[in-house]
């Protein structure tokens, strides 16, 4: 991990200057920065932070509001198919992180730096994202809790192989998509499906759970599936309170390889808006892959031959999930670099540049940052829209401590890089 003093401005590109007298050398396509993609990553992490609001338990006691009911069900997974805008937030990432991918190769190109130590960058950075989601995620556990179904891990088990995509032709990445989307499926598909009157709750689901999965989609049904069995032998390999059978959840560790697709897409889709076509038509390139994404994934879907479940990754939720942050991107580039309305875009620039920092402090001071406002400010005035409402309060209020607090990092010019 790094703490750097970085330039603010988004845009400034970097460039050689030969010294005056010095032959002339051809100039190294620059770097650019997209602003769009620091405010989409901004903008998804301050959704992503807005959890410790509890705004979902808040709307579920006003059952009487429509409004209410919709706020419980969007901001919040759902139960196991289907989505919700809640579900968007880590592809979102995970799509992004491909986005930055050829940014960043293409910066440290222009600094000369060798394949070996773009290489070792990469597997340092890989190992550290998967350590640090394994820190977060055994906070206030007797032990370390070693699992690798956060976007931290998922994103570090998958980075190494994203890096060394990012140096091929975009057909190879496309290719390497598709056989990491097929193989998913296949894994599963062939994994056998568990004998008829399996007791599924000696796996943590109910037999009368209203989501399971019948048929041919039984295969991707809630911890009876082939990724769960791979984590029954997997995660019991490390040392536990207690053997693991299930997670309550339905997550994976193996969420990883179709994971890794969707980045392939941000990859993809990176090259293209660092590729020399017009913006209109980079634009016209987003909006159509993020359109054909959404339909094929749908269509999978519909026509039964993979279902959309975000907890396990299918690979018809990659390919979904992958259209619907392609459109998101082309929305923002649409408005911030090519419109240039950007006026609006700071409190979530602030957030987007420092990313890493505010995902840690959500996890380690979130607690904290709710007691001292209770010591210092009283139940009284976080009280004060009504007791049922608290937890929005002191929720918010932490957010904007951490806000402020990135935003003295910012004006400082210091950053936080893996």
């Given at each position: 991990m790094?703490?750097?003093?970085?330039?603010?401005?988004?845009l400034q590109s970097?460039?050689?200057?030969?010294?005056?007298?010095?032959?002339?050398?051809?100039?190294?396509?620059?770097?650019?920065?997209?602003?769009?993609l620091d405010?989409?990553?901004?903008?998804?992490?301050l959704?992503?932070?807005?959890?410790?609001?509890?705004?979902?338990?808040?709307?579920?006691?006003?059952?009487?509001?429509r409004?209410?009911q919709?706020?419980?069900?969007?901001?919040?997974h759902?139960?196991?198919?289907g989505f919700?805008?809640?579900?968007?937030?880590?592809p979102?990432f995970m799509?992004?992180?491909?986005?930055?991918?050829p940014?960043?190769?293409?910066?440290?190109?222009?600094?000369?730096?060798?394949?070996?130590?773009?290489?070792?960058?990469?597997?340092r950075?890989?190992?550290i994202?998967?350590?640090l989601?394994?820190?977060?995620?055994s906070?206030?556990?007797?032990q370390?809790?070693f699992?690798?179904?956060?976007?931290?891990t998922?994103?570090?088990?998958?980075?190494?192989?994203?890096?060394?995509l990012?140096?091929?032709?975009?057909?190879?990445?496309?290719?390497?998509?598709?056989?990491?989307l097929?193989?998913?499926?296949?894994?599963?598909?062939?994994?056998?499906?568990p004998?008829v009157?399996?007791?599924?709750?000696?796996?943590?689901v109910?037999?009368?759970?209203?989501?399971?999965?019948?048929?041919?989609?039984?295969h991707?049904?809630?911890?009876t599936?082939f990724?769960?069995r791979a984590?029954?032998?997997?995660?019991?390999?490390?040392?536990?309170?207690?053997?693991?059978?299930?997670?309550?959840?339905?997550?994976?560790?193996?969420?990883?390889?179709?994971?890794?697709?969707t980045?392939?897409?941000?990859?993809?889709?990176?090259?293209?808006?660092?590729?020399?076509?017009?913006?209109?038509?980079?634009?016209?390139?987003?909006?159509?892959?993020?359109?054909?994404?959404?339909?094929?994934?749908?269509a999978?879907?519909?026509?039964?031959?993979?279902?959309?479940?975000?907890?396990?990754?299918?690979?018809?939720?990659?390919?979904?999930?992958?259209?619907?942050?392609?459109?998101?991107?082309?929305?923002?580039?649409?408005?911030?670099?090519?419109r240039g309305?950007?006026r609006?875009?700071?409190?979530?620039?602030?957030v987007?540049?420092?990313?890493?920092?505010?995902y840690?402090?959500?996890?380690?001071?979130?607690?904290?940052a709710?007691?001292?406002?209770?010591?210092?400010?009283?139940?009284?005035a976080?009280q004060?829209?009504g007791?049922?409402y608290?937890?929005i309060v002191?929720g918010?209020a932490?957010?904007?401590?951490?806000?402020?607090?990135?935003y003295w990092?910012?004006?400082?010019?210091?950053?936080?890089?893996?």
């Open positions: 790094e703490l750097t003093q970085a330039p603010v401005a988004p970097s460039r050689r200057v030969a010294p005056a007298g010095a032959p002339a050398t051809p100039a190294l396509e620059p770097a650019r920065r997209l602003a769009s405010v989409f990553r901004g903008l998804t992490m959704f992503m932070a807005s959890e410790i609001m509890r705004i979902p338990t808040v709307a579920k006691q006003f059952a009487e509001s409004i209410a919709r706020l419980a069900v969007g901001l919040d759902v139960p196991w198919t919700v805008p809640w579900d968007l937030i880590q979102s799509f992004m992180v491909g986005v930055a991918l940014f960043s190769v293409a910066s440290r190109r222009a600094r000369d730096e060798p394949f070996a130590a773009q290489l070792g960058h990469a597997i950075r890989a190992l994202l998967v350590l989601g394994i820190f977060l995620r906070q206030g556990r007797p370390t809790y699992t690798f179904e956060d976007v931290l998922q994103i570090g088990l998958g980075y190494v192989f994203l890096f060394l990012a140096h091929a032709r975009p057909r190879t990445q496309w290719a390497a998509a598709g056989v990491v097929v193989g998913t499926w296949l894994a599963f598909v062939l994994y056998p499906l004998p009157g399996f007791d599924t709750a000696l796996v943590g109910p037999v009368d759970w209203p989501h399971h999965l019948y048929g041919f989609a039984a991707w049904d809630k911890n599936n990724a769960n984590d029954q032998w997997f995660l019991n390999l490390f040392p536990r309170e207690h053997p693991f059978v299930f997670n309550r959840g339905g997550y994976t560790t193996l969420n990883f390889v179709p994971s890794l697709a980045m392939i897409f941000g990859l993809l889709a990176g090259g293209l808006l660092r590729g020399p076509a017009s913006d209109r038509e980079k634009l016209r390139a987003l909006l159509g892959y993020g359109a054909a994404g959404i339909a094929l994934g749908a999978l879907h519909l026509a039964g031959i993979c279902p959309l479940v975000k907890r396990i990754w299918t690979p018809s939720w990659a390919i979904f999930s992958a259209g619907c942050a392609a459109l998101f991107l082309a929305l923002f580039y649409w408005i911030i670099d090519m309305w950007r609006w875009t700071f409190p979530f620039l602030v987007g540049m420092n990313s890493i920092a505010m840690v402090l959500v996890h380690i001071g979130e607690d904290y709710a007691e001292a406002l209770h010591t210092h400010l009283g139940k009284g976080l004060g829209f007791a049922a608290e937890p002191v918010g932490s957010l904007l401590i951490f806000w402020l607090m990135l990092m910012y004006r400082r010019k210091i950053f936080i890089r893996i």
